[in-house]
């Protein structure tokens, strides 16, 4: 029981087992399965706003491209899903069956050669992490090594964004353009339109976020993340200490880029759908939102904020639809202004001190009542009943 307390008593630890039970536990016993498939996407933009925490928290490197791999995770998974509907049967009315539709629309008469290893599952797991990482470590090792960092950045991850953007709505045969890619239906022959798949696909959503707050939970307490803090704050010094600076740029960057390439494709799974408008640089400011609501210090308050930022949007864009973007911005404001460290400062600023005062004064008091009963001197022993003179007499009198 000890060492469990102790466990428990880390910081973190209990932010992360709270995160669970809401998740896991209220959540799905408050919700019906549309408003729980709605939180569930909310979810997937919390892997983006965690490696937000990562990059910009941590490494103290602003990205304003995040959106780029989210939505390259997101197709890459919308890939194999589009490929699985588009079997021959399905397509038998297509002038050339067995290819997605919107190829079809666009006079493809063949599949083109990158597409064919998306037939693959394996392949597609291994591409939702490996080709947003592989994009990242181009962009962060040719900028990071030349020492470009900052604002400037940050203006070159948005550049890459509206790239991207530009290139899959221009590639209209290729990527389904500006409609993206819709009418995802099964994978592996599991409808995942179902209310029951709905369900499940939260849970390993939860189950997949949950696991990555873990993971960058332990490499912050890491060695490396005690260079990201060292290299945020005084970037010369790690240097000339003899560590190579860039590269451990260039790592925490690829780590944010996978995990917003999971989140990409868990939303593809859950939505049915993927576009281009994911991937643009508004989405991308949106996710850095979502981490600075949240606090960018922390990963559970990221997970918040993503949650509190996009239930605002649903709520005022439901009741109030020619007013919500003005409440939305009201929001990030007032939120920023009066928080500015996010939704942890809150905790950390007043929920916390709060708290210790109050055990404090449980302590105190604890310690005032032992003390008034040491100060009273111990009752007297009781004395022992008188044997009697006799006992064989007594014995016989009884």
């Given at each position: 029981?000890?060492?469990?307390?102790?466990?428990?008593?880390?910081?973190?630890?209990?932010?992360?087992?709270?995160?669970?039970?809401?998740?896991?536990?209220?959540?799905?016993?408050?919700?019906?399965?549309?408003?729980?498939?709605?939180?569930g996407?909310?979810l997937?933009?919390?892997?983006?706003?965690?490696?937000?925490?990562?990059?910009?928290?941590?490494?103290?490197?602003l990205?304003?491209?995040q959106?780029?791999?989210?939505?390259?995770?997101?197709?890459?998974m919308?890939?194999f899903?589009?490929?699985?509907?588009?079997d021959?049967?399905?397509t038998k009315?297509?002038?050339?069956?067995?290819?997605?539709?919107f190829?079809?629309?666009?006079?493809?008469?063949?599949?083109?050669?990158?597409?064919?290893?998306?037939?693959?599952?394996?392949?597609?797991?291994?591409?939702?992490?490996?080709?947003?990482?592989?994009?990242?470590?181009?962009?962060?090792?040719?900028?990071?090594?030349?020492?470009?960092?900052?604002?400037?950045?940050?203006?070159?991850?948005?550049?890459?964004?509206?790239?991207?953007?530009?290139?899959?709505?221009?590639?209209?045969?290729?990527?389904?353009?500006?409609?993206?890619m819709t009418?995802?239906?099964?994978?592996?022959?599991?409808?995942?339109?179902t209310?029951?798949?709905?369900v499940?696909?939260?849970?390993?959503?939860?189950a997949?976020?949950?696991?990555?707050?873990?993971l960058c939970?332990w490499?912050?307490?890491?060695?490396?993340?005690?260079?990201?803090?060292?290299m945020?704050d005084?970037?010369?010094?790690?240097?000339?200490?003899?560590?190579?600076?860039?590269?451990?740029?260039?790592?925490?960057?690829c780590?944010?880029?996978a995990?917003?390439?999971?989140g990409?494709?868990l939303?593809?799974l859950?939505?049915?759908?993927?576009?281009?408008?994911?991937?643009?640089?508004?989405?991308?400011?949106?996710?850095?939102?979502?981490?600075?609501?949240?606090?960018?210090?922390?990963?559970?308050?990221?997970?918040?904020g993503?949650?509190?930022v996009?239930?605002?949007?649903?709520?005022?864009?439901?009741?109030?639809?020619?007013?919500?973007?003005?409440?939305?911005?009201?929001?990030?404001?007032?939120?920023?202004?009066?928080f500015?460290?996010?939704?942890?400062?809150?905790v950390?600023?007043?929920?916390?001190?709060?708290?210790?005062?109050?055990q404090a004064?449980?302590?105190?008091?604890r310690?005032?009542?032992?003390a008034?009963?040491?100060?009273?001197?111990?009752?007297?022993?009781?004395?022992p009943?008188?044997?009697?003179?006799?006992?064989?007499?007594?014995?016989?009198?009884?």
């Amino acid at each position: 029981m000890i060492p469990l307390k102790k466990w428990l008593l880390k910081p973190g630890t209990g932010s992360t087992l709270i995160l669970a039970v809401f998740l896991l536990a209220v959540l799905p016993l408050t919700l019906d399965v549309f408003r729980l498939n709605l939180v569930g996407k909310y979810l997937t933009y919390a892997f983006v706003a965690i490696g937000l925490v990562m990059v910009w928290g941590y490494g103290g490197v602003l990205s304003l491209g995040q959106g780029v791999f989210f939505g390259l995770g997101g197709y890459a998974m919308a890939m194999f899903l589009k490929l699985e509907a588009s079997d021959p049967v399905s397509t038998k009315i297509q002038s050339t069956p067995g290819i997605p539709d919107f190829m079809d629309w666009n006079q493809l008469t063949e599949l083109p050669t990158f597409w064919i290893p998306f037939k693959s599952l394996p392949f597609t797991l291994v591409a939702v992490i490996a080709v947003p990482t592989l994009l990242a470590f181009i962009i962060s090792y040719a900028m990071f090594k030349r020492r470009v960092g900052g604002v400037y950045f940050a203006i070159i991850t948005q550049a890459v964004a509206l790239i991207l953007s530009v290139l899959i709505i221009g590639r209209q045969g290729y990527t389904g353009g500006v409609n993206g890619m819709t009418d995802l239906k099964t994978l592996v022959g599991w409808d995942i339109r179902t209310d029951s798949a709905k369900v499940i696909l939260y849970y390993v959503c939860c189950a997949l976020l949950l696991a990555s707050i873990v993971l960058c939970a332990w490499v912050q307490k890491s060695k490396l993340g005690t260079l990201l803090l060292a290299m945020r704050d005084k970037e010369d010094r790690v240097r000339f200490s003899g560590y190579d600076v860039a590269m451990f740029k260039v790592a925490v960057f690829c780590l944010g880029a996978a995990l917003s390439g999971i989140g990409g494709a868990l939303f593809a799974l859950q939505v049915g759908f993927m576009s281009p408008s994911f991937v643009g640089i508004v989405p991308s400011i949106e996710m850095v939102i979502y981490a600075a609501v949240g606090g960018r210090m922390s990963l559970v308050g990221a997970v918040y904020g993503a949650l509190l930022v996009n239930a605002g949007k649903t709520l005022f864009s439901e009741t109030f639809p020619d007013l919500w973007l003005f409440l939305m911005a009201a929001l990030f404001i007032g939120v920023t202004m009066a928080f500015p460290n996010g939704l942890a400062g809150l905790v950390e600023s007043h929920l916390k001190p709060w708290w210790q005062k109050r055990q404090a004064e449980r302590r105190s008091i604890r310690e005032r009542v032992a003390a008034a009963q040491a100060s009273y001197p111990e009752p007297p022993a009781p004395r022992p009943a008188p044997k009697p003179l006799n006992p064989t007499l007594s014995g016989q009198q009884a």
